[in-house]
């Protein structure tokens, strides 16, 4: 029979399960200690631990699965499974399995995001140059370290750099990786941190290395004369601006252009692309392309596929009858990634401090870096050498008497008097007494003993020369080059990118299409229609067309040249010129924005922007008071994207917002019948597009919002009464001659 289930007895407080202290409490704090508490300990953890590469190349999550690897035994030998390496350095990366296992995939041969990759990969590890082809799971993929580790790891257990305790204590772990080549130049390394980010281009490997041995030789030696370009692992054109590679060789900024490389398919009429810049991809590419032909700025294609295989990268673009490809490529580099700059920012870790650098003081604290590590191997192995010829010292000595050696063992009556019988018999010190005492029976002979005190007079000179090398710091730079000159050697490869010195001009090359600019009046209405109207034509017509119910929230003079921005109600931004839009006329509805942009079902327009210049800010008011100043600059971007996601916060419901070119005094008007007259310039400027913002208003229960416009051309009375000087302010309330001003506003 089953239990009846026990109804709770009225009366008696449920039981307790747990306490924790200050639960449900609200303790106000002044913001900068909580900025000095809470976030700079967070950005410090970012910057040091987790974003920024150090020295030798690395990230912190790099080193520990390299590291890993490197104690698994898999610097040459057989592959094994990627989930049993991911499930060992979680003993060293407290973090989760698919964070370790995308570590290994941008760092492995499959993937070819690398120059030299660090992991040799069998399997499915995705491509560099493809958004959406996904890498297969862990349990299906095998690695194992590449050849070019051994320059990484070759020195680690010769004390050449510090070890300390993992995250719970149990491990050691290196805090960088003694490469004898500067890998921080070799392979391609992004992060973005807090305030900060990274972004180092990747170098041949081959000329690198011979920089850095001119750069020892000479630190005034012309870098550009050995290290002409970057070389990115994808290949593609570098196009040569010497004052720009000057720029970033000094300071570590600047930008880098790549352009596609592409071939003609006579035969097919079509262009096979099979060499990209490395900041775009395939996917990216074809969106592109697609977009403009769709809006007909490009007729010349009739269809494009991916032909990508095992085989390599390929995009082909079938061009329609008649067409000139060098002509279409032309256009196609000026309105698609496939011409695009490198973004470079040489951020790296120097002694736990981070550091913009250019390539010639990067190579430089490389030098240093492995000076130290030469040093520190040298007296590692002059101790090791230091301690061996003393035992054999010691063991030189018992040659003179085998048989005393012998005698004195047979006739000690404890075990624990033979060290000490040997030390004053033959005059030797206690470790040489028990390397002595430990000799095999078997090993009591002249010749083995005669064969180990040979070594004496090599210790002796190897000593010696490891003593001098400690010395002269010209010898740890002659070894560094030469170790550099292996390294290039051994690993070197020529260059993948070809560098283009003249851009050769295409021959009966057609200029762009100039967009004709003229004065035109534009119009934005609240249903979400857009016009564009010449001056003649708005002085010969009539009326202004609507639909029934709509009205124009926004008009103004411009050109035709000027940028759209259309922000929706989805926080989404379509960015978009004057030009896109045809010339329409008043007694006509004009353009529907949604539809005219692509925007999603339901996405609907809300305010535009006109500007030139990118100048002023964007201010967005909620319901629950706050105000976000956003510079329109923020939303200005270099690649011409056509929609910005995260336009504006979704923390608080929209109540208003307006775009402001310049600082001026602005009327907030509630629901609740109150003014503020506030400054722009008391609202702090945020960089963060969807910032939540700061608070205002201090509205009233159900109060909100109503509307925001300009101080100036209001006639008020009494204007001082609702000026306010600090924010948050709650206004005051409209009089009534006030009140009957605005509302024929």
């Given at each position: 029979m089953p239990r009846k289930k026990q109804q709770p007895q009225e009366g008696k407080a449920p039981k307790m399960r747990g306490y924790i202290a200050g639960a449900g409490e609200i303790v106000q704090q002044d913001i900068s200690d909580t900025l000095r508490q809470n976030f700079m300990p967070y950005a410090m953890s970012v910057i040091m631990s987790r974003a920024i590469p150090e020295i030798d190349g690395f990230k912190p999550s790099h080193r520990k699965l390299l590291y890993t690897m490197y104690k698994m035994g898999l610097l040459g030998n057989k592959r094994v499974k990627s989930a049993n390496i991911v499930g060992e350095t979680m003993k060293l990366n407290p973090h989760g399995d698919q964070a370790i296992y995308d570590t290994m995939v941008r760092l492995s041969r499959g993937y070819e995001a690398l120059l030299h990759p660090y992991v040799d990969s069998k399997g499915n590890f995705g491509k560099a140059y493809s958004r959406d082809m996904a890498w297969a799971a862990s349990r299906y993929t095998e690695a194992k370290l590449d050849d070019?580790?051994?320059?990484?790891?070759?020195?680690?257990?010769?004390?050449?750099?510090?070890?300390?305790?993992?995250?719970?204590?149990?491990?050691?772990?290196p805090t960088l990786?003694?490469?004898?080549?500067?890998?921080?130049?070799?392979?391609?390394?992004?992060?973005?941190?807090?305030?900060m980010a990274s972004s180092i281009c990747p170098f041949n490997l081959r000329e690198i290395c011979e920089t850095a041995i001119a750069r020892m030789r000479d630190e005034?030696?012309?870098?550009?004369?050995?290290?002409?370009?970057?070389?990115?692992?994808?290949?593609?054109?570098?196009?040569?601006?010497?004052?720009?590679?000057?720029?970033?060789?000094?300071?570590?900024?600047?930008?880098?252009?790549?352009?596609?490389?592409?071939?003609?398919?006579?035969?097919?009429?079509?262009?096979?692309?099979?060499?990209?810049?490395?900041?775009?991809?395939?996917?990216?590419?074809?969106?592109k392309i697609a977009e403009l032909v769709k809006s007909g700025r490009v007729k010349e294609i009739s269809d494009m596929r991916d032909e990508t295989d095992l085989n390599g990268l390929k995009l082909t673009i079938d061009l329609k009858r008649g067409q000139?490809?060098?002509?279409?490529?032309?256009?196609?580099?000026?309105?698609?990634?496939?011409?695009?700059?490198?973004?470079?920012?040489?951020?790296?870790?120097?002694?736990?401090?981070?550091?913009?650098?250019?390539?010639?003081?990067?190579?430089?604290?490389?030098?240093?870096?492995?000076?130290?590590?030469?040093?520190?191997?040298?007296?590692?192995?002059?101790?090791?050498?230091?301690?061996?010829?003393?035992?054999?010292?010691?063991?030189?000595?018992?040659?003179?008497?085998?048989?005393?050696?012998?005698?004195?063992?047979?006739?000690?009556?404890?075990?624990?008097?033979?060290?000490?019988?040997?030390?004053?018999g033959f005059g030797i010190d206690e470790v040489q007494a028990e390397y002595v005492a430990e000799i095999k029976l078997r090993h009591l002979n002249r010749e083995y003993i005669l064969k180990r005190t040979e070594e004496i007079e090599e210790l002796e000179n190897a000593i010696a020369d490891l003593e001098d090398i400690l010395k002269r710091p010209a010898r740890i730079n002659k070894i560094i080059m030469k170790e550099l000159a292996d390294v290039a050697k051994k690993y070197g490869k020529p260059r993948r990118c070809e560098i283009m010195y003249e851009v050769?001009?295409?021959?009966?090359?057609?200029?762009?299409?100039?967009?004709?600019?003229?004065?035109?009046?534009l119009f934005f209405t609240r249903d979400g229609y857009f016009k564009k109207i010449t001056p003649q034509s708005l002085r010969m017509s009539g009326e202004q067309k609507l639909k029934d119910g709509d009205e124009v929230l926004f008009t103004c003079e411009s050109t035709n040249s000027v940028e759209l921005l259309f922000f929706t109600n989805h926080r989404q931004v379509y960015k978009s010129h004057a030009y896109d839009f045809n010339d329409s006329k008043a007694s006509v509805l004009g353009d529907y924005v949604a539809s005219a942009l692509g925007m999603e079902e339901g996405e609907v327009p809300l305010y535009m922007?006109?500007?030139?210049?990118?100048?002023?800010?964007?201010?967005?008011f909620y319901d629950n008071g706050k105000c976000a100043k956003v510079p329109l600059s923020s939303y200005e971007t270099k690649q011409n994207r056509r929609k910005l996601l995260k336009a504006y916060s979704d923390k608080a419901e929209l109540a208003f917002m307006r775009h402001l070119p310049e600082e001026t005094e602005l009327a907030i008007f509630t629901t609740n019948n109150?003014?503020?007259?506030?400054?722009?310039?008391?609202?702090?400027?945020?960089?963060?597009?969807?910032?939540?913002?700061?608070?205002?208003?201090?509205?009233?229960?159900?109060?909100?919002?109503?509307?925001?416009?300009?101080?100036?051309?209001?006639?008020?009375?009494?204007?001082?009464?609702?000026?306010?000087?600090?924010?948050?302010?709650?206004?005051?309330?409209?009089?009534?001659?006030?009140r009957a001003e605005q509302l024929t506003l």
């Open positions: 070019i580790c051994r320059e990484l790891f070759g020195d680690i257990d010769k004390d050449t750099v510090d070890f300390v305790d993992n995250y719970d204590n149990t491990m050691k772990e990786l003694p490469a004898s080549f500067p890998s921080v130049l070799v392979n391609a390394n992004t992060g973005i941190a807090v305030g005034n030696h012309d870098l550009l004369s050995t290290l002409p370009a970057p070389d990115f692992p994808g290949g593609g054109q570098i196009i040569f601006d010497r004052a720009e590679m000057e720029k970033v060789y000094a300071t570590g900024r600047g930008g880098i252009p790549v352009r596609a490389v592409y071939t003609l398919d006579e035969k097919q009429n079509c262009i096979d692309i099979t060499q990209i810049p490395p900041t775009t991809t395939i996917e990216a590419i074809m969106d000139d490809a060098d002509k279409v490529m032309q256009k196609l580099f000026r309105m698609t990634p496939l011409e695009d700059s490198f973004p470079c920012n040489f951020n790296i870790l120097i002694s736990g401090m981070p550091r913009v650098m250019g390539v010639r003081e990067i190579l430089g604290e490389w030098a240093a870096f492995r000076t130290e590590c030469v040093r520190r191997r040298t007296y590692y192995d002059l101790q090791g050498k230091e301690k061996r010829l003393h035992l054999l010292k010691g063991l030189e000595a018992i040659l003179l008497d085998i048989d005393k050696a012998v005698r004195i063992v047979r006739e000690t009556e404890e075990e624990a008097e033979v060290v000490p019988n040997l030390m004053i050769p001009a295409v021959e009966g090359e057609e200029p762009e299409q100039q967009i004709p600019d003229y004065p035109v009046h922007v006109v500007t030139p210049d990118y100048k002023g800010w964007m201010l967005f109150r003014l503020l007259l506030v400054g722009s310039a008391l609202i702090p400027e945020k960089t963060t597009r969807d910032t939540a913002g700061v608070s205002v208003v201090a509205l009233k229960k159900n109060a909100k919002i109503a509307r925001v416009t300009l101080a100036e051309g209001l006639e008020l009375n009494d204007a001082p009464r609702y000026r306010v000087r600090t924010l948050p302010a709650a206004g005051a309330i409209l009089k009534d001659d006030d």
